[in-house]
């Protein structure tokens, strides 16, 4: 069982910055491959980043590219996500997940979701 909590949510105003963290509950933290999603308000959740278990490969959607830098601490068992010049269409509620990173290139999230936390980004 693996347990995600989510902080570091908060206003900003666009052209800000916010790092969003989560911290994980397990032994396997380190094995794994993150992700970050985020869920705007009428709209179906996205994968935003996705960082391997090695940290060695990194992928974003093309909207947050150049923008957000997603990072992992293994000793922390945490991910962060880095967000900077902050648009008001990034504005949603944040999550991290677990998963798996396939060799094509694929991420698979597991069944494990924190609560998440809101970002609002005022123009």
């Known amino acids: 069982q693996v347990q995600l909590v989510e902080s570091g949510g908060g206003l900003q105003q666009a052209g800000g910055s916010l790092r969003l963290s989560c911290a994980a509950s397990?032994?396997?933290?380190?094995?794994?491959?993150m992700g970050w999603y985020r869920q705007a308000p009428g709209k179906q959740r996205e994968l935003v980043a996705v960082?391997?278990?090695?940290?060695?490969?990194?992928t974003y959607i093309d909207s947050v590219k150049g923008r957000f830098t997603i990072s992992r601490d293994n000793a922390k068992n945490t991910v962060y996500l880095q967000m900077n010049s902050l648009k008001p269409e990034d504005t949603a509620v944040y999550y991290c997940?677990?998963?798996?990173?396939?060799?094509?290139?694929?991420?698979?999230?597991?069944?494990?979701w924190g609560q998440g936390t809101q970002v609002t980004v005022s123009s």
């Open positions: 397990g032994s396997s933290f380190s094995r794994n491959a």
């Open positions: 997940n677990v998963g798996l990173y396939s060799s094509s290139g694929t991420y698979y999230p597991y069944t494990y």
């Open positions: 960082l391997t278990s090695s940290g060695g490969v990194t």
